[in-house]
């Protein structure tokens, strides 16, 4: 499945680092997600854009700070992350139309020093 | 609040023999439940979504099934091929501001062995 990417697949960073990770999809979506997955945790919401307006942000930490140019890209900008950080960051696209399927990127193996 | 359950966490099968996953899920009114593949190190896959109580939808060796409590996701004489981590999610339909919003259980860890 291809039709939404993310770069990088894998980054280290120390806390004191500022990274971004980029997502971009190819499905004519309006909608972007951003999802934190952490070992033995259920998928956690972490950001919402509905034709590139945030609609949602979950109480995420100002560490992290979302980005959406257009309604195909999608950025999360990282800054003195802490090791707890450390996680799979997935992005996430659907049409925003009523009960509308959600397709998933390979994600982003964010490991924080 | 929005709840999603999962289980068994984990579940080891021989190649062949049958099996079922529940998802059973609170939530103030349904909107959708959708069932996801997710292989290690990879985002999670589409399965299937439904919307009512009594709605069943198949895809060769699964078949999901939902009433007003819980779901079902059947796998008939899996493979090896089948093993995956596989989640069950929910989309409130009182949910405000058009926002398409998932709660996802923690996933139950299939093991098809040969």
């Known amino acids: 499945e291809t039709g939404v990417t993310q770069t990088p697949r894998h980054l280290v960073m120390g806390m004191t680092n500022k990274k971004s990770l980029k997502c971009e999809q190819h499905l004519g979506h309006n909608a972007m997600y951003w999802y934190k997955q952490s070992a033995k945790k259920p998928l956690e919401l972490m950001f919402v854009?509905?034709?590139?307006?945030?609609?949602e942000n979950n109480s995420v930490p100002s560490r992290f700070s979302p980005e959406c140019p257009n309604s195909s890209h999608l950025f999360l900008h990282l800054h003195t992350l802490q090791p707890e950080d450390s996680a799979l960051y997935l992005c996430?696209?659907?049409?925003?139309?009523?009960?509308?399927?959600?397709?998933f990127g390979p994600g982003t193996r964010l490991t924080v020093l | 609040e929005d709840q999603v359950t999962q289980s068994p966490e984990a579940l080891r099968l021989q190649e062949g023999e049958s099996s079922s996953l529940n998802c059973s899920y609170t939530v103030s009114g349904l909107r959708g439940l959708f069932w996801y593949r997710q292989d290690p190190g990879k985002g999670p896959e589409f399965l299937f979504t439904?919307?009512?109580a009594g709605e069943e939808k198949e895809k060769e060796r699964l078949k999901a099934t939902l009433t007003k409590k819980e779901s079902f996701l059947h796998i008939t004489a899996p493979k090896p091929e089948d093993s995956a981590t596989y989640l069950c999610a929910v989309q409130d339909a009182t949910t405000q501001g058009g926002s398409e919003k998932l709660v996802f259980g923690k996933g139950t860890k299939l093991t098809v062995n040969p």
């Open positions: 854009y509905s034709l590139e307006e945030r609609v």
């Open positions: 996430a696209s659907s049409r925003a139309e009523g009960t509308d399927t959600q397709y």
């Open positions: 439904l919307y009512s």
